[in-house]
């Protein structure tokens, strides 16, 4: 009689490679449950797990947690960037990067702890969108992060372009590793589509080739090979092995982490250990000081208001290695650091709470019939200040009585984060910002 496994040994079989191993809907939405920025949405036939902030306690270290199924969701919890299932039936459709860290952005991706000796590559980081196509009522769809989007819209268009006037097959590419049960991703770049580096010419290049089950990555010289049968473009490799490179002498990733850093009109590279599959990112400093202006993001911390503005920025994770900060006169910057690390959770938290009230209380409203024009005075107002309340009023027609929370979550709290990161370039401001999520929040 075949003896049934223990809840730790299936999960320590799930928990053997380094990606998470049969991603299903269920383990996802248990992934996320409770922890603020995660969302799930629905689009059109789909189902799509993203994040709209981070947190520095976004991703615990899943090997820091012996228990085998915490582990195990932990590390799913890194896939949820753009991961898409079928509404009806809640296939995996599409495994898109997962997601991975700068060097020296954590302990656990400390350049002294990541060792040289495996086969690995330099990527090209491109400044661009990823791309992943899926089957879509059985015709291939260029899906963006959010998966069937606008963006998703306009990349369909370009390759349609592209292949009625050239030799490159996206389409046949695609559909071959779909169906063999593989995400092909790639990266797009436009001038149309910046982000902060300027790119001239639209491309749509290859990056890597995903299995959707083992979550393991194709290695590079199979990538390359079936690229090249469908004329498709590859992001570029930097040169490691040459005598003319510079990186072949390179012993540790310290080493490496520094000659990337003084690369020029490039963001950075992707390190890439093949056998492993694990990735990491350096960016170069030439990219950070160009990006810290474009997002007006402070490089100094002096005031309460640099710091909400970095963390609003979406950069603090490319700068706090770099960033000079002003400190007390018995405070440390290391100190300072874990201070805004701590803030960040606080603040996106809250950012959270507070897009989950206005919601709500539409919807209670509406449920009660309650009129527009006394909607300000509804009893049930979630904790809401009146400054919140009177943000609201913009979702009162989008929003319906029978609507779900996170139908609306992604764009509430969007539109919140964007209004409050609007009002951190003065201190008068932001008293204004903060009187949004409620005057008890301070840095």
Not at 33 to 45: L, T, W
Not at 198 to 219: D, F, M, P, Q
Not at 325 to 334: D, G, K
């Amino acid at each position: 009689m075949e003896l049934k496994q223990t809840e730790e040994e299936i999960y320590r079989e799930r928990n053997k490679n380094y990606y998470p191993l049969g991603l299903t809907i269920d383990d996802v939405r248990e992934c996320i449950k409770g922890v603020s920025g995660f969302r799930e949405s629905i689009r059109d036939d789909t189902i799509v797990f993203n994040y709209d902030s981070l947190s520095d306690e976004s991703f615990p270290d899943p090997l820091s947690e012996p228990d085998q199924k915490k582990q195990f969701l932990l590390r799913c919890r890194r896939e949820c960037r753009g991961l898409i299932f079928d509404l009806k039936t809640e296939k995996l459709l599409c495994r898109k990067l997962h997601k991975f860290f700068n060097i020296n952005e954590f302990k656990e991706v400390k350049a002294e702890f990541i060792d040289l000796n495996e086969p690995y590559i330099l990527m090209d980081k491109i400044d661009g969108s990823l791309i992943a196509p899926m089957l879509n009522k059985g015709q291939v769809y260029w899906g963006s992060k959010q998966g069937i989007s606008d963006l998703g819209t306009m990349l369909n268009d370009y390759v349609n372009r592209i292949e009625a006037i050239g030799l490159v097959k996206y389409n046949d590419f695609s559909m071959k590793w779909i169906q063999l049960g593989y995400t092909p991703l790639f990266e797009y770049s436009s001038s149309k589509q910046q982000i902060i580096l300027y790119y001239g010419e639209e491309r749509l290049r290859c990056l890597a080739l995903r299995n959707n089950h083992t979550g393991e990555y194709l290695k590079w010289k199979e990538l390359q090979e079936t690229c090249t049968a469908f004329n498709i473009p590859m992001v570029d490799l930097i040169d490691t092995t040459s005598d003319q490179s510079l990186f072949k002498s390179c012993k540790s990733t310290i080493e490496l982490v520094e000659l990337v850093k003084q690369m020029k009109l490039i963001e950075g590279c992707v390190l890439k250990f093949e056998n492993s599959g694990k990735m990491y990112k350096i960016k170069t400093e030439w990219y950070i000081t160009l990006a810290r202006l474009s997002l007006r993001s402070p490089k100094v911390i002096k005031h309460e208001k640099d710091v909400w503005a970095i963390l609003l920025s979406g950069h603090y994770d490319d700068v706090k290695e770099t960033i000079k900060m002003i400190t007390n006169e018995n405070e440390e910057p290391s100190e300072k650091i874990q201070k805004i690390e701590k803030f960040s959770k606080i603040l996106f938290d809250r950012i959270d709470l507070v897009s989950q009230g206005i919601i709500l209380t539409i919807i209670d409203a509406k449920k009660n019939q309650i009129p527009k024009k006394l909607f300000h005075n509804h009893p049930v107002q979630n904790n809401l200040t009146d400054s919140a309340k009177t943000f609201s009023y913009q979702y009162w027609e989008i929003i319906n009585e029978n609507d779900t929370l996170s139908k609306h979550l992604s764009l509430v709290s969007k539109q919140l984060m964007s209004r409050i990161k609007n009002l951190t370039n003065s201190n008068s401001k932001l008293e204004t910002a903060r009187s949004l999520l409620g005057l008890d929040i301070n840095f």
